[in-house]
């Protein structure tokens, strides 16, 4: 059957909880995986998500900041949360899918904004948790999708500039380079690239900082949806939600929806 799956960086899901109300209403997904959700998982809004039909939710929230959470209209099997971060840091959690398709959803560190881990200790912690995902990949065996804020564009189209962004972390050639490895350990599939293919500019992330994101449009493409191989000929549409950029009080990044037939 087709399960659509969606990944959105809400940047607190208390405080925005209106626009994914009006996200779940509009779109439907089957299952949403939200990052940055900044919430304790005692605290977590479940009301909102047992009213629209979302009866199985998986946390894992932090505080203050970071946290991940997977909900779903459809039954999931367990969950598991692995800290790449090495920290403690609530950063990632993998569901199964009826059927045995594991679903991982995971925030990787922004990394600071200095691309040299001897003075940037952040970027160091963002370098070392890919590495160790790189390493988690390499022995995957089932079918898998992963998504989530990846926070790094690899390509010259994911960027709005990309000789202007060399030097800025999101698009450095180190992270690129380490990124990489990790689609390489598995063969993942960049699932927006599969259906929005590059020279086409495609973003994900406007700062705050622009007054106006559509005329500026200095975006990068930050949030990620990447398969297993196997998976590859399942996905039959993908979109990306840029109208929610506006609703609101917004997050800084769109949501994503893949389609998949399983």
């Known amino acids: 059957m087709p399960v659509r799956i969606a990944t959105w960086n809400i940047n ?3 405080a925005r909880a209106d626009i994914v109300e009006q996200f779940l209403r509009d779109h439907q997904p089957d299952i949403l995986c939200l990052q940055e959700t900044k919430v304790a998982n005692d605290v977590f809004p479940h009301g ?11 946390l894992n929230g932090q505080r203050m900041h970071h946290g991940v959470a997977t909900i779903s209209r459809v039954p999931l099997d367990g969950a598991w949360r692995y800290d790449w971060q090495d920290n403690g840091e609530a950063r990632h959690i993998g569901v199964r899918l009826p059927g045995g ?10 990394g600071g904004d200095v691309a040299d881990r001897t003075v940037n200790p952040k970027f160091g912690q963002k370098l070392d948790f890919l590495e160790r995902m790189t390493a988690w990949s390499a022995d995957l065996t089932d079918p898998a999708v992963i998504v989530g804020d990846f926070n790094v564009a690899p390509l010259e189209c994911d960027v709005w500039n990309h000789k202007a962004l ?13 990124l990489a490895r990790f689609q390489q350990s598995h063969g993942w599939i960049d699932l927006a690239r599969h259906f929005v293919p590059e020279p086409e500019k495609f973003f994900t992330w406007w700062s705050y900082r622009n007054n106006d994101w559509r005329a500026s449009d200095r975006g990068r493409r930050l949030d990620h949806v990447w398969c297993s191989p196997a998976l590859a ?30």
């Open 12 to 14: 607190s899901v208390r």
């Open 48 to 58: 909102m998500f047992e009213a629209r039909g979302y009866q199985h939710r998986f």
């Open 101 to 110: 398709v594991l679903v991982e959803n995971v925030y990787v560190p922004a």
């Open 166 to 178: 060399l030097d800025v972390v999101s698009h450095t050639p180190i992270e690129i380079e380490a």
């Open 233 to 262: 000929p399942a996905a039959t549409a993908f979109e990306a939600v840029r109208d929610a950029r506006d609703w609101g009080k917004p997050s800084d990044h769109i949501p994503q929806i893949v389609t998949l037939a399983l």
